[in-house]
């Protein structure tokens, strides 16, 4: 699946947003302004009926509604995210290749505040999408957040960060290999 196609499904999904989108998002705690900021920025968020396949992947289909999330790096749309207003902590990938919402938090920064971690794509969207949300808690670019001077989150993403950056990094198997010396 190429980037223009999760663009386009990315881009179909939020032309089919209503007012009762909106408004279920803003019962549960998104506020209006920060949508209106995200989707400045970007697409913030769509809706589509989606049929899930296995290894928590999904495709467009006749099942049940669900949000549609872009996942982008480095401005582009590498994946979407399918999940329930009410199951947010239950997503299923497009394509499987979205580690995290708000990667761009990873990029060189002038300030020295925390990355704030949230739970669930819904919490990353109540907070304007200012944070990020791991997706995927095996992803190698996990490590990544290494780079970063502090990280703020709940006790329970805590947790799991710790355990995961905390995982020894597997080193190739390094063949030292005596060096020839070639008389000239």
């Known amino acids: 699946m190429s980037a223009v196609d999760l663009y386009a499904e990315a881009r179909t999904a939020s032309e089919r947003v209503r007012q009762p989108h909106i408004d279920r998002l803003l019962a549960l705690g998104v506020p209006g302004p920060a949508i209106a900021i995200l989707g400045n920025r970007e697409i913030p968020f769509g809706v589509g009926t989606v049929e899930r396949l296995e290894r928590g992947l999904y495709q467009p289909g006749d099942g049940t509604l669900h949000v549609i999330s872009p996942v982008y790096a480095e401005g582009e ?46 919490d990353w969207l109540r907070a304007g999408g200012e944070g990020m ?41 390094i063949i030292r290999r005596k060096e020839e010396r070639r008389a000239a």
């Open 133 to 173: 949300c791991i997706l995927d808690w095996e992803a190698p670019e996990l490590g990544e957040l290494r780079a970063l001077e502090a990280i703020a989150a709940d006790e329970w993403i805590a947790q799991r960060l710790v355990r995961a950056l905390s995982k020894p990094q597997r080193l190739p198997n």
């Open 77 to 122: 749309i590498i994946d979407l995210l399918a999940w329930r207003s009410d199951a947010p902590g239950n997503w299923a990938w497009r394509t499987g290749l979205g580690w995290a919402l708000g990667t761009d938090m990873l990029l060189p920064r002038w300030d020295d505040d925390a990355v704030q971690i949230h739970a669930t794509p819904l």
